[in-house]
Structures are given as C-alpha cells and as structure tokens.
C-alpha cells in the first residue's frame, strides 16, 4: 500500500500523463489536467525537504494535519454545509417578473436582474454559505425568499457553528497535533529521513544498487517453498552509553603504552605483573 507522500506524487504522475494524452488527442481540456499537475508538483517538493532536521518536521506536521485533523473537519462541515444549504434553497424564490414582461418593456436593467444566477438552486447556495465559512458572506445576497424571519435565522446559526464553533475547533485540534509532533521531532525526523533515503534507493537501477550496496548477505532461513532465504544484514554491535566507560578495556589492536593507560579517573592501572597478568582475560569492547 502506498504512503501518503508516494500516493500524493501518483496522483500527479497521472494529471501529467492525462495533460500529455489530451494534448496530443487536439483536446483543451489539457489545459485543466496540466493546472493540477503544475500545482501537485510544486506541493511534492516538500517531500524531498524531510532530510532536513529543521525543514522535514514542517512536511510531517502538514501530512499529519491534513490526514487527521482536516479530513475529519470536512466531514463534520460538509453536513452542516448541505443541511443548512438544502434549508435555505426551500426559503428562496425565483424572480420570474422579467420573464413575464413583453418584449417592448426588456430593458438593459432587465437583462442583467436574469442574467443573475438563481440561488434556487443547491449549487449557488452552497457557495453563498461557503462564503460565510470564511467570513466573506452577506446576509442580504438575495432578497427573493420567504419567512424572512427564519431566513436570518438559519444564517446566524450556520455563522455560529461553522465561522466560529468548528473552525476554532480545527485550530485547537492542530495545535495539538503540533505540540504532539514537536515533542517527538527528532525521532520523527530519523524515521522519515530513513524511508526517504530507502525511497531513493529502490529507485535505482539494479546496475547501480550493486555498486552502492553495503553490508553482507546472509543466510538467515528458508522460504515458505523450502528455499535458502537470503538478506543483506549490517552488524550492529548494541552499547549502553551511560555506563560505557565502565566496562572499557585495553585496545588490543595498538596498545601503544598500555602500562600508564588510566580507564577512568577514579582508578589506574599499575605497572606490576601481577597487575598485568590480571587483566589479561579482560573483556575487550571496541570502539568506533
């Protein structure tokens, strides 16, 4: 399954092939195809910033918000958006008294009070009230309805629990994803910058991975058809770096003058025999 960074970059792979085809078909409608791909593109580059520690944790923090925080804040106000649109759209009349007029009488004021769009429809509705989610609506935007009454009325209650109730919530919920997201950065930046590095390299040709390719392949079982299963495998030696320095050792590999070596500086080693023939069977850790 992909991720949401690789579907995101396969949604833009497609409006750019689709932009090519209906190109190449003498269709216009590459020119919409080609608008998305411009913008999906441009939107994608923030993928490639999650190597970065102090870029990469914005990139998280837009992914996270839009997954979790926006995708349920669309659910709850596309309800009261079509609630309150198809409650609205039942209060609004048409204006048909230029349409019953004589032709004599058609003047240019005429001509442009029908060329006005009817909000007795669910789709001019929707975008009036959409207007009021972001605080650009008029409550006078038509004057063809009944119960005017009840008409303000429905309008106040949608400012008060989309403009003010819902997108208050949606700020509060994604400054907690952001507080939740800035206690973990760092850990979050690795595993990000990891399956990014990981991306690039499956991304290479299999001329290329044998060169760059690190580590041992080992045997470490068999397949499920009764095949020896093998897999590149790094060594990693595990080091409890709160007491390292406790169990450290003589190097054996240059000891150089290992007769006034000091391990801590609470102890040192003495130059006796029997100093030295004690710490033979010493544990030799080594360090990198």
Request: overall charge neutral; charged content about 20%.
């Amino acid at each position: 399954m992909l991720g949401p960074c690789l579907s995101f970059s396969f949604v833009h792979s497609l409006f750019l092939l689709s932009s090519v085809v209906l190109y190449f078909c003498g269709q216009e409608l590459y020119v919409a195809s080609m608008v998305f791909s411009l913008a999906l593109g441009w939107a994608n580059m923030l993928y490639y910033t999650r190597g970065f520690q102090q870029m990469g944790i914005y990139s998280v923090m837009i992914e996270k918000m839009i997954l979790r925080d926006l995708c349920r804040f669309m659910f709850v106000y596309l309800v009261f958006l079509l609630g309150f649109s198809t409650a609205v759209v039942t209060l609004i009349e048409d204006d048909y008294e230029g349409q019953e007029n004589d032709s004599s009488l058609c003047t240019r004021s005429g001509q442009l009070k029908r060329g006005r769009p009817s909000y007795n429809s669910l789709y001019y509705t929707c975008l009036e009230l959409f207007k009021f989610t972001i605080g650009m609506g008029d409550l006078e935007f038509t004057e063809n309805y009944r119960f005017k009454s009840v008409f303000v009325i429905l309008l106040v209650l949608y400012v008060i629990l989309t403009y003010i109730l819902l997108l208050n919530m949606l700020i509060a919920l994604m400054g907690e994803t952001v507080n939740k997201i800035a206690q973990e950065s760092k850990s979050i930046w690795k595993l990000q910058r990891a399956i990014t590095i990981l991306n690039i390299e499956n991304s290479y040709l299999n001329c290329m991975i044998s060169s760059f390719r690190s580590g041992k392949r080992v045997l470490v079982g068999s397949t499920p058809d009764d095949k020896d299963d093998y897999r590149w495998c790094f060594r990693v030696d595990e080091v409890n770096w709160s007491t390292w320095n406790t169990n450290l050792g003589i190097i054996n590999e240059e000891p150089g003058y290992s007769m006034g070596l000091k391990r801590n500086s609470s102890f040192s080693f003495k130059s006796s025999r029997g100093e030295e023939s004690r710490h033979e069977n010493t544990l030799v850790l080594p360090i990198f």
